[in-house]
C-alpha cells in the first residue's frame, strides 16, 4: 500500500469505531510482544481537557530532554497527527509500515476497529524509535478504551462532564466510573478538580486500587501559559502535578516554567486569521462550550463576536448554544463534516432562543468563504462545536495561506 491507500484502508475501518471490550486489543498487543509495555507511559482520562494536558506534559518532558510519544485523538486535518514523537507526526512511510505489520499479522476474524488498530500502531511506532516516555490519551471513557493495556507511570483524569452518554452512561457517577477505570493498584492518580458526583466516585476508586490521590488545583499555575483561556490552567496543573510525581519515579524534570510558556495544541483557542482575526476552538460538548463562552465574554467585545457552529447530532446542542450564542452578535450555522453533523437548520432552531441574529449556512468551507467577505476588519470570529468542524476550518485556511 502507498499512504493514499492506506488511508483508506484505515478510514474503511471507521464503521467499527466504537466497541468498548478489551480483548482484541489485547491479543493482538500479545502478538507482538506487548510494544506498549517497552516505555514507560502517563495515561490520560476525562471528559475535555486531555489533549491539552497531553500537550502541556508532553512540553514539559521534552523540556526536560526526553524523547516524547504522544498518541492523542481525534485529529483535525491529517490522521499523522495522532501520532507524534516530540510533537513530530509519523512520517507517511512509517504510517504504512506499520500498518502493513498489522494487517499482514492479524487474521481476518481478529480485525481491529480504526481506534484499536491506530493505538496498536503508535504503541509499535514508539517501540521502535526507542521512546523514553508516551503520554496517551484515552479514546473513549477508560476502562473499556483500547488504550487501557498500558501500565503507566502515572495516570491523569481530566475535569468530567456529561458527554457520550450512549456509550458510558446518563450520569456523571456512571461517566466517572468508566474514566476510572485507567486507575492502576498502586499507581499514582492526578485529579482535576470534579463535580462532587464525579470525585466520590474517584475517591472510592483510588481507595479500592490502593492509588495516591494527588489533586491538581489551577490555582497553583500562576504563571503564563502558551494556551489561552483560564481554563487551561487546570489542565496546566494536571500536567504539572503529574510531572512531579515523575521526579518521584526518577525522572529529572527541568524548565518546567518555559515549557508551559512554549506549549501549543491546535483546534484550542487557534488564531488562524489575523484581520478578520478567526479562532478555531473544538468545544464540542455543553463544559467545553462554557469554557469557550467564558473567554469570548473576557476577551471579545459581543458586536463584534461571530460564531460559526457545526454540532454532532448527538450531543447536547441546546447547552451549547445556551453557553454561546448570548456572547456573540451573529451566529451561522454549518453541517459538521460527519454522517453525525446536525443539520444547519436543527442548530438554528435552538439557536434563535438566545438572543443573536442567526443564519443557516451549508458546508464549512463554502460558509467560511462566503462569510470572511462579510466580516468587518474589527470583527473575530470564532468555529465551533466539533473538532470535525474545526478540522475543516483549517484546511480551508491552510489552502488560503497557499
Not at 19 to 48: K, Y
Not at 213 to 228: F, N, T, Y
Not at 370 to 391: E, F, Y
Request: proline share 5%; with cysteine; charged share 25%.
Amino acid at each position: 500500500m502507498d499512504y493514499k491507500q492506506t488511508v483508506e484502508y484505515l478510514d474503511a475501518l471507521v464503521p467499527r469505531d466504537f466497541r468498548l471490550e478489551l480483548a482484541q486489543v489485547r491479543e493482538a498487543c500479545n502478538m507482538f510482544d506487548n510494544p506498549q509495555l517497552s516505555f514507560p507511559t502517563i495515561h490520560i482520562a476525562g471528559t475535555n481537557g486531555k489533549g491539552s494536558t497531553a500537550a502541556f506534559l508532553t512540553s514539559i518532558l521534552m523540556g526536560s530532554g526526553y524523547r516524547v510519544g504522544l498518541y492523542t485523538s481525534p485529529h483535525l486535518v491529517d490522521v499523522r497527527e495522532r501520532i507524534q514523537i516530540d510533537r513530530v507526526p509519523i512520517t507517511e512511510e512509517a504510517l504504512v509500515f506499520h500498518a502493513e505489520r498489522i494487517r499482514d499479522s492479524l487474521p481476518e476474524d481478529k480485525a481491529l476497529t480504526y481506534f484499536e488498530f491506530l493505538t496498536m500502531l503508535a504503541f509499535l511506532y514508539f517501540q521502535e524509535q526507542k521512546v523514553d516516555v508516551a503520554v496517551v490519551e484515552t479514546g473513549l471513557g477508560g476502562r473499556l478504551d483500547a488504550t487501557n493495556v498500558v501500565l503507566p507511570q502515572v495516570a491523569i483524569i481530566t475535569p468530567i462532564a456529561l458527554d457520550h452518554q450512549k456509550h458510558l452512561g446518563k450520569t456523571l457517577t456512571e461517566i466517572a466510573t468508566e474514566k476510572c477505570g485507567i486507575i492502576k493498584r498502586g499507581v499514582p492518580t492526578v485529579v482535576a478538580e470534579q463535580p462532587p458526583e464525579a470525585m466520590d466516585v474517584i475517591r472510592r476508586w483510588c481507595d479500592e486500587m490502593g492509588s495516591p490521590l494527588c489533586m491538581a488545583s489551577p490555582e497553583d499555575v500562576g504563571q503564563k501559559l502558551g494556551l489561552p483561556g483560564e481554563h487551561q490552567r487546570q489542565n496546566a496543573a494536571c500536567a504539572v502535578e503529574a510531572a512531579h510525581l515523575l521526579e518521584d519515579a526518577k525522572f529529572r524534570i527541568e524548565g518546567m516554567e518555559k515549557s508551559l510558556k512554549d506549549t501549543r495544541w491546535e483546534g484550542r483557542l487557534e488564531i488562524v486569521n489575523e484581520s478578520p482575526c478567526v479562532i478555531l476552538d473544538g468545544a464540542h460538548n455543553a463544559a467545553g462550550a462554557q469554557a469557550l463562552a467564558l473567554y469570548i465574554g473576557k476577551e471579545i467585545k459581543r458586536d463584534n463576536a461571530v460564531l460559526m457552529l457545526g454540532i454532532m447530532s448527538d450531543k447536547d446542542i441546546h447547552g451549547i448554544c445556551r453557553s454561546l450564542v448570548p456572547k456573540v452578535r451573529e451566529v451561522v450555522c454549518v453541517r459538521a463534516p460527519s454522517e453525525r453533523g446536525a443539520s444547519p437548520k436543527d442548530i438554528a432552531s435552538r439557536a434563535r432562543s438566545f438572543g443573536a441574529e442567526v443564519h443557516q449556512e451549508g458546508e464549512v468551507a463554502e460558509a467560511l468563504a462566503k462569510w470572511m467577505k462579510k466580516l468587518r476588519p474589527k470583527d473575530t470570529l470564532i468555529v465551533s462545536g466539533s473538532l470535525t468542524t474545526v478540522g475543516a476550518a483549517k484546511r480551508y485556511f491552510s489552502k488560503a495561506k497557499t
